[in-house]
């Protein structure tokens, strides 16, 4: 059993900062990649940062700048900390993990339950 668990999620004026926290508990023997996806109404889940076990962080263009993932190795945690923040970013924000369970040779995606992020005009 795996669990991601969010949280740092709420309404903020635009301009302003929220700081989203990531643990992964359970069944884990590793993980890989650690992700942060958001979900608009109406749209698609996009990528918006990852970064891997070794620290290295890649941004989707629009946050790029403004927003900063890092993680925790010792403690499967995950952040992603949101400056400058613009009504746009308003979404259901999810974080992910590419973990290998113990046993398994392939790692499995997991993902949160997701944590609403709105940011006011």
């Known amino acids: 059993q795996v669990q991601l668990v969010e949280s740092g999620g709420g309404l903020v004026q635009a301009g302003g900062s929220l700081r989203l926290s990531c643990a992964a508990s359970g069944s884990i023997f590793s993980i890989n990649t650690m992700g942060w996806y958001r979900q608009a109404p109406g749209k698609q889940r996009e990528l918006v940062a990852s970064?891997?076990?070794?620290?290295?962080?890649d941004y989707t263009d629009s946050v790029k700048g403004r927003f900063t993932t890092s993680r925790d190795n010792a403690k499967n945690m995950v952040y992603l900390q949101m400056n400058s923040l613009k009504p746009e970013d308003t979404a259901v924000y999810y974080c992910s993990a590419d973990l290998r369970r113990p046993g398994l040779l392939s790692p499995t995606k997991y993902w949160g339950q997701g944590t609403q992020v709105t940011v006011s005009s």
């Open positions: 970064i891997t076990s070794g620290g290295t962080a």
